[in-house]
């Protein structure tokens, strides 16, 4: 048990179980007072030691361990915030990069399909105005050979296919392949999106591929193109632009500085405040003559000078009861 001198506040760590009977009384070896011990109830069973003065201990140590409250800490609470907040955020930018990402691509595709279609359309008027379909064939074939192309067909005023080519046949499944090679390019592929029932573009299931199909009507002879773009492959674009080293180099840097900052904000709060902590226990044990220094946030500054105050009340009380 701690005992600290009435006069002049020496402290002294007493074995308890060394007392005979309820009191004991031993003279304090600093000012000469003599201080009485009434015996507690104790655990018997506690190693026994000689009664001897409490060793001086450095300002910036503790005179005994801190006992730690219950609870959750601080760090804990910041952590925590600071998680939710994280969660939070990233969740808008993958529903706005979801939402937004996809359809641009998407537009962009139909821009390329467009174009494609365009400059397939215009290249082939003249040779087909002439009836030179070994130069539109030739002009389908290119065109399906394109990247990321699955077919190039033109077909004329009357709806038969004139020129038909699909860049890999062995990407759809074994019975539409037998079906091409046997039968030609099938008609039934290119009516599932004819001009003027809509924009043009339409997504058509094919052979076991979605196909996104564009048709673009020949100038000056009544027949019209169909370009035809892999949906896989635009499913691939938008995955690579999901999960892109750009993407994940901003989450990671985002989490980066977040784990920066909850460790400035803990290091910044939590450090004061276990200094606080340690120097009220010291205080409470009879070291008054502490130095309290303000360190930290300016609510941290103000507890420290309101700790100095109550430290120097609580010295000047003491020194006073002492005269």
Do not use: W
């Not at 048990?1 to 760590?13: F, H, Q, S």
């Not at 915030?81 to 641009?104: D, H, N, Q, R, W």
């Not at 507890?303 to 430290?311: D, G, K, Q, S, V």
């Amino acid at each position: 048990m701690l005992v600290i001198c009435e006069d002049c506040a020496k402290k002294y760590n007493i074995d308890e179980t060394r007392i005979q009977g309820e009191r004991a009384q031993f003279t304090c070896n600093g000012c000469g007072h003599i201080i009485v011990v009434t015996k507690p109830q104790v655990d018997t069973s506690l190693p026994e030691k000689e009664i001897e003065p409490e060793k001086e201990t450095k300002s910036n140590e503790p005179s005994t361990p801190v006992a730690r409250g219950k609870g959750i800490p601080i760090r804990s609470y910041i952590f925590l915030t600071m998680t939710m907040g994280f969660l939070v955020i990233s969740a808008a930018f993958a529903y706005l990069y979801l939402k937004y990402i996809p359809g641009i691509i998407y537009d962009q595709i139909e821009l390329r399909t467009s174009a494609i279609s365009e400059s397939f359309s215009g290249v082939i008027t003249k040779p087909l105005l002439l009836r030179n379909y070994l130069q539109v064939n030739k002009e389908a074939q290119r065109t399906s050979r394109l990247p990321g192309a699955a077919y190039a067909a033109v077909i004329n005023k009357k709806g038969i296919v004139v020129a038909g080519f699909f860049s890999d046949l062995s990407r759809f499944d074994r019975e539409f392949e037998m079906q091409v090679k046997k039968k030609g390019f099938p008609t039934s592929v290119l009516s599932e999106n004819k001009l003027g029932t809509g924009d043009g573009h339409n997504r058509i299931l094919i052979g076991g591929q979605t196909i996104y199909d564009t048709v673009v009507s020949i100038p000056n002879s009544g027949g019209e193109v169909h370009v035809g773009i892999y949906v896989s492959e635009v499913d691939k674009a938008i995955r690579n632009a999901l999960i892109s080293p750009v993407t994940l180099s901003v989450a990671g840097a985002i989490l980066l500085i977040g784990f920066i900052i909850l460790f400035l904000l803990t290091r910044t709060i939590t450090r004061p405040m276990q200094e606080l902590t340690d120097v009220a226990n010291r205080i409470s044990l009879g070291e008054l003559d502490l130095t309290i220094s303000p360190r930290g946030p300016r609510e941290m500054r103000e507890l420290a000078a309101a700790f100095e105050r109550m430290r120097f009340s609580i010295k000047a009380a003491v020194d006073r009861l002492r005269k």
